[in-house]
């Protein structure tokens, strides 16, 4: 289980600047009932997807009711929880389980490679680009052949309303070093926030998981939303360090 980060901020209008996704948000008051602080609240907002939470103190009016997801509690159990690093993850829980929040646009998982048949989609979708016409069986399958994925150590699937529309792998490279790879959308599902919420899994499944420091990938020319898309989320063009058929461009981003 990736572990939850706490970063300066998230986003703007309810949205995470990150994977796109909806966040969700806890505020809780600091201070007891009858103080001149009362109205000091402390404010929770995070995304459920990427694990990431920002935290700041805000005012609410004394006589705003505030829901309380841990009013279950007893009260020294309550506060423990508030004071802890265990709250965010303990209240996305509660509000996942009641349907008190917003579900996220994309659900990612990490899966065998082998269930999957979004691989055959990828491979479909880069070689008719490549051809500038639609791929043939026989195509499709030599590019499967040529390129393996049994050398994946870590294969993301992404679901979106419940259908399988995303994926992306992670390979080793060496000591720290990983590379991106296979990160696909279908068609059914772009332009609603899967690249941007597979590639940040992506990155939390290298740190996390593989203890990586730094992610490079190569892409093609003809790639350009790709290109877009790791610009975006700060990689940058480095000299070559593969030499596939494919490969046209380079990029590295040191994970932090």
């Known amino acids: 289980m990736r572990r939850w980060r706490q970063v300066p901020d998230l986003g703007a209008a309810g949205t995470c600047g990150r994977c796109r996704g909806p966040l969700r948000s806890y505020v809780y008051r600091y201070h007891p009932r009858g103080s001149g602080s009362y109205e000091r609240c402390v404010s929770y907002v995070w995304c459920s997807p990427c694990r990431r939470y920002a ?18 509690l007893p009260a ?4 423990a929880i508030r004071g802890s690093s265990r709250l ?38 880069v070689a ?14 030599a590019a499967l052949a040529e390129d393996p994925s049994d050398d994946l150590v870590c294969f993301l699937v992404g679901r979106r309303g419940g259908a399988a529309s995303g994926c992306v792998g992670l390979r080793l490279l060496g000591p720290g070093v ?7 959308v279908h068609p059914r599902a772009r332009r609603t926030g899967g690249g941007h919420a597979l590639l940040a899994a992506a990155e939390d499944a290298a740190v996390d998981d593989l203890r990586a420091h730094t992610m490079r990938l190569d892409t093609r020319h ?25 490969a046209e461009h380079w990029f590295e981003k040191h994970l932090g």
Not at 55 to 64: A, I, N
Not at 128 to 141: I, K, M, Q
Not at 178 to 184: N, W
């Open 76 to 79: 020294d159990e309550r506060d």
């Open 178 to 184: 990983t590379e991106l790879t296979r990160l696909f």
């Open 88 to 125: 965010v993850p303990y209240v996305d829980r509660v509000l996942t389980r009641t349907g008190a929040a917003p579900e996220p646009h994309w659900v990612i998982t990490r899966e065998p490679v082998e269930t999957t048949s979004l691989l055959r989609d990828y491979f479909t979708d």
């Open 128 to 141: 008719s680009r490549y051809y500038g016409r639609p791929a043939t069986e026989a195509e499709v399958d």
């Open 55 to 72: 935290g700041q103190m805000v005012h609410v009016p004394k006589d705003e009711v505030l829901p309380d997801p841990l009013g279950d």
């Open 222 to 246: 003809d790639l350009v939303e790709a290109r877009a898309l790791y610009a975006a989320h700060g990689y940058a063009e480095i000299p070559a360090y593969s030499h596939g058929p494919y």
